[in-house]
């Protein structure tokens, strides 16, 4: 019994050590981009982020012609809708 003891707590020292895993070559990012944005961005028009009187913020996809499109909507349905009246 007086060698069980040792032995036992031997074991469950040696358990309860580990190998430290080594941190992944690329970590992952904190969240994805907004996919409308980025096509936004791929069709050559600038994101432009606007709040309505109620605070909801919409993104408006702004192109060098002074096309403005909801970028959901030319997201989505490949539909340039303008956007409803809101502030800058």
């Given at each position: 019994m007086k060698i069980a003891t040792p032995i036992a707590f031997a074991l469950a020292v040696c358990a309860c050590s580990s190998t430290p895993v080594p941190p992944p070559d690329n970590p992952p990012s904190?969240?994805?981009a907004n996919p409308a944005s980025v096509a936004c961005?791929?069709?050559?028009?600038?994101?432009?982020l606007r709040k309505d009187e109620a605070g909801n913020v919409t993104?408006?996809?702004?192109?060098?012609?002074?096309?403005?499109?909801?970028e959901w909507a030319l997201f989505r349905d490949h539909q340039c809708?303008?956007?409803a009246d809101v502030k800058h």
């Amino acid at each position: 019994m007086k060698i069980a003891t040792p032995i036992a707590f031997a074991l469950a020292v040696c358990a309860c050590s580990s190998t430290p895993v080594p941190p992944p070559d690329n970590p992952p990012s904190v969240g994805m981009a907004n996919p409308a944005s980025v096509a936004c961005v791929n069709q050559g028009g600038k994101l432009d982020l606007r709040k309505d009187e109620a605070g909801n913020v919409t993104g408006i996809c702004v192109f060098a012609d002074g096309r403005q499109c909801e970028e959901w909507a030319l997201f989505r349905d490949h539909q340039c809708v303008a956007p409803a009246d809101v502030k800058h």
